[in-house]
């Protein structure tokens, strides 16, 4: 008897959390009757024009992010460990935000593609979590604020950046008071859904 394979949910955003950075005016300047038809192309990777009431840097990102392709993700590969040590991604500068994350491997590898293939810079912190992902190390008490902590004295962040604020995924948010107190950093939570990140970082630094 064959046995399915098992694939680990990647979290792939979802109409709402496209419309979250959408503009909601339904104009249909994009060839598309709503902002949420539009979204529902960007999910199906069918869309192929632009936002036009969305400024240039964001058009990008949508159609990039629509088109980014992760190939599934078997549980058989799961815990499988990177170093932790910074990765920066499109040649980031002092003012460049710093992202924190899990050491599964494909999770960074996956992040680090996403961050170069939409031309982001950052700073990605992948800390100790004995290789299991974020959605995982939350669950087993594995996102550690004390591992954060060491991870960003043994890679000596401070001398990188020029500001105390770190990202931490949407999925660990109630670890982020612990993280903050341990750490004496900033911290904002993400969005759940790691394929939004470089939309989350060009609307903040918007704002």
């Known amino acids: ?8 949910d990647l979290y792939w955003p979802t ?18 009757p709503s902002c949420t038809d539009y979204a529902n192309a960007l999910i199906n990777k069918t ?12 058009q990008e990102l949508f159609l990039a992010i629509s088109k980014f392709h992760v190939d599934p993700l078997p549980f058989n590969v799961m815990m499988e ?18 992202i924190v994350t899990c050491n599964f491997i494909e999770t960074v590898k996956i992040l680090i593609d996403l961050l170069i293939a939409t031309r ?5 912190l992948p800390t100790f979590t004995h290789g299991y992902s974020v ?11 004390l591992e954060i902590w060491k991870a960003i004295q043994d890679n000596g962040v401070e001398r990188m950046i020029n500001h105390k604020t770190m990202i931490i995924p949407g999925l660990a948010e109630r670890e982020k008071n612990s993280i903050r107190q341990l750490t004496k950093w900033d911290v904002e939570v993400g969005p759940v859904s790691g394929f ?8 903040v630094k918007l704002k």
């Open 135 to 145: 959605d995982n190390a939350v669950h087993e008490k594995m996102f550690k604020a």
């Open 15 to 32: 109409i709402d959390d496209f419309m979250e950075y959408l503009p909601g005016i339904d104009c249909g300047n994009c060839g598309y």
């Open 81 to 98: 460990q990177t170093k932790c040590e910074v990765i920066p991604t499109s040649s980031p500068d002092e003012d460049s935000p710093l």
């Open 120 to 124: 982001t810079k950052a700073y990605i």
């Open 47 to 58: 869309a192929e024009n632009v936002c036009t009431e969305c400024d240039e840097r964001m």
């Open 196 to 203: 939004l990140l470089p939309l989350y970082l060009e609307t």
């Open 1 to 8: 008897m064959a046995i399915e394979q098992e694939y680990a």
